[in-house]
Antibody
Framework: QVQLVESGGGLVKPGGSLRLSCAAS????????MNWIRQAPGKGLEWVSY????????DYADSVKGRFTISRDNAKNSLYLQMNSLRAEDTAVYYC????????WGQGTLVTVSS | DIQMTQSPSSLSASVGDRVTITCRAS??????LAWFQQRPGKAPKSLIY???NLQSGVPSKFSGSGSGTDFTLTISSLQPEDFATYYC?????????FGQGTKVEIK
């Protein structure tokens, strides 16, 4: 069955960096483009970034452009989000989700940006 | 960016009620519209894609309709497990955008 498992979250100081990972299984990872979506505490869902199946294309929300970088390793069935220059407003649960319709989601990993 | 506006923001309903949630896009998105359910403390779950297509395993009490700018999600007979927050999302263009959510609570 399709599984997406995020990891790498934690507490980081403003201005710091963190790298999130999403391990995929149960499907042909290299066939799908992938998304990162986040949810601040008590708030709604916010799309963060996507990457195409072969890494040729990617895009970002304006709120993270220039600070976050999405990447993937199809040989390792893994998706990544490198987050730099973190701000308090980046505090959220970060989910990876599969494909254009986000048909499967991971359980999320919590990122807390606080001094 | 395309703005997605859901209404109502919250509603109270009883078990067995029929519930309808509306989602409006600020510009036409054809049928590139998905609906998600999120129970408290859980990850979102995909319910519907392409405005009216049910994801595999989603019960037929859920239905979607609409095209262009106006869409609806209907739950035909509310059950205890359906009390949750529902989100629409457009995937016509980037950035992908979500509605603000509709919280369905028990009356």
């Amino acid at each position: 069955q399709v599984q997406l498992v995020e990891s790498g979250g934690g507490l980081v100081k403003p201005g710091g960096s963190l790298r999130l990972s999403c391990a995929a299984s149960g499907f042909t990872f290299s066939d799908y483009y992938m998304n990162w979506i986040r949810q601040a505490p008590g708030k709604g869902l916010e799309w963060v970034s996507y990457i195409s199946s072969g890494s040729s294309y990617a895009d970002y929300a304006d709120s993270v452009k220039g600070r976050f970088t999405i990447s993937r390793d199809n040989a390792k069935n893994s998706l990544y989000l490198q987050m730099n220059s973190l701000r308090a407003e980046d505090t959220a649960v970060y989910y990876c989700a599969r494909g254009s319709v986000s048909d499967y989601w991971g359980q999320g990993t919590l990122v807390t940006v606080s001094s | 960016d395309i703005q997605m506006t859901q209404s109502p923001s919250s509603l109270s309903a009883s078990v067995g009620d029929r519930v309808t949630i509306t989602c409006r896009a600020s510009q036409g998105i054809s049928n590139y519209l998905a609906w998600f359910q999120q129970r408290p403390g859980k990850a979102p779950k995909s319910l519907i894609y392409a405005a009216f297509n049910l994801q595999s395993g989603v019960p037929s009490k859920f239905s979607g309709s609409g095209s262009g700018t106006d869409f609806t999600l209907t739950i035909s007979s509310l059950q205890p497990e359906d009390f949750a927050t529902y989100y629409c999302q457009q995937y016509s263009t980037y950035p992908r955008t979500f509605g603000q959510g509709t919280k369905v609570e028990i009356k």
